[in-house]
């Protein structure tokens, strides 16, 4: 069993900063790509930023410049700073694992979402 457990979100304001944080636990040998999607009412959910083992990092578009993805690999966490956000970075955030098991099985999982609003 594996659990992921997001922290961080909440109201801020258009260009001040916000920090999202998760925690990966259970039976994980090894985590592959950890990231962050969001989706926002009425519509699909979308990819901010992924990171894999190695560092190497893929972004939207939409946030290049003012989102940083970071992880630690020993601990199983990844943190998404968030600056300058705008209105329309207001969705709900889930975050993404890619993760093998000690059960020799792998899959994505996703954590439970944090509300992230930007308003004045």
């Known amino acids: 069993q594996v659990q992921l457990v997001e922290s961080g979100g909440g109201l801020v304001q258009p260009g001040g900063s916000l920090r999202l944080s998760c925690a990966a636990a259970?039976?994980?040998?090894?985590?592959?790509?950890m990231g962050w999607y969001r989706q926002a009412p009425g519509n699909q959910r979308e990819l901010v930023a992924t990171m894999a083992r190695d560092g190497w990092t893929n972004y939207a578009d939409s946030v290049k410049g003012r989102f940083t993805i970071s992880r630690d690999n020993a601990k199983n966490t990844v943190n998404l700073q968030m600056n300058s956000p705008k209105p329309e970075d207001t969705a709900v955030y889930y975050c993404n694992a890619d993760i093998q098991t000690w059960l020799n099985t792998r899959g994505a999982y996703w954590g439970q979402g944090t509300q992230v609003t930007v308003s004045s």
């Open positions: 259970g039976n994980i040998f090894l985590a592959y790509s």
